[in-house]
């Protein structure tokens, strides 16, 4: 029987359940590692030999290597264990959390200091909401909007 | 008997951590968050609390998906703080109380809550920070400790209503323990916050203020929310609030709200701050010991 998952219609949003923690398990065992500061200079020194110790997939790998936190969640991470890359990387919680909206730093910082972001069509998919799959990437830092 | 003074909730975000080690607390951005302490800090000493059961969440320093339990209960003699990889400063280890956290075990599984029992437990920043801004600048904690931690990393999670009984039978195993003592209950986290996805920086003041009335007025109401209720509403990791909740239930008399502070932001969050007084028939939290 299929996992019931009443929360698929939050925006922008990916709840780490059952599914999310099997197929990430290796890839957040490997954050997990950089909680020692021996295996955060180990990792420093040859990111990619120190991510081949590990059974992750080559997609994970490159998500980490990308520091594409996005797609390392798609693929099963968890926030507060990539949070571990992101303080190795000696960037705070808000840069990485502001690197998922596709908007600079200032852009995430502003939002957060005027409020956060707002409530208002980011309840439910299919609303308008500026957390909604078409409203993405959200500021300068995404690129040119497809 | 033991006495149940009260409760503080406050948000934990570990950048708080940072802010103390560094001496930001007058600094402009952080200033309307640490200016709410005072007056929480003010209440704890005037009641003067010998324990602290702490309602927490662990974000992987003691517990990973290896093993996860929905509710771990303390019965160590230390329990110590550690390098979580973020560079948050680690702190004094502090003092447990393991024949009360043993009297606390043996009600709550009475009670039907199979609780995971913890000889040793590291605790991370969801308890020490609460704690360094109760009582900043300590190198020996005043208080014993008894940590509880909910699993809110991996989903399913433990619902807010069964947070809350949990909490209901913690304040009933702290008033059957048969030792002249004063207990503060802390619970951490909240309150509305999204680390991750497009989502992120999702912030719902007005969810929030009404949580934080309706937590020393009508908590039964906030219990009949779900987890995907806070997570729509509060963001993913606004779900902290059912460490609010528990601490709330802990509370078996008349409770009242001493003080209270609100703030956005903290990093990603809307900070909180809530200081209630419990009230008890027999013996009234400010009766001299």
Known sequence: MALDKPYLDIPGTTIFDADQARRGYHLNQFCM???KAENRAR???NERAYLDEWPMT?????????RDLNRCIALGGNIYFLAKIGATDGRSFQQMAGSMTGMTEQEYRDMMLAGGRSVEGNRHVGEDGDAQAHRQPQGRAGGQRA | MATILGAVTTSHVPA??????RKLQQDPYWKPFFDGYPAAREWVASVRPDIVVAFYNDHGLQFFLDKMPTFAVGAAPEYRHADEGWGIPTVPAFRGDPEFSWHVIEQ????????TTCQEMLVDHAFTVPMSLLWPDTVDWPVRVLPI???????????PRRCYRLGQAVGRAIEAWDRDARVLVLGTGGLSHQLDGERAGYINKRFDLMCMEELVRDPEALARFSTVDLVREAGVQGVELVMWLAARGALTGAVSKVHSNYHIPISNTAAGLLVLENRTKAAPARAAA
């Open chain 1, 33 to 35: 590692s950089l909680m």
């Open chain 1, 43 to 45: 990792f420093k020194a």
């Open chain 2, 149 to 159: 931690a909910i699993n809110t990393v991996q989903y399913p999670f433990p619902s």
């Open chain 1, 58 to 66: 080559e997609d994970q790998k490159q998500a980490v290597l990308a």
């Open chain 2, 108 to 115: 709550l599984v009475a009670d039907e809550f199979d609780v």
């Open chain 2, 16 to 21: 708080i951590g940072g802010a103390i080690a």
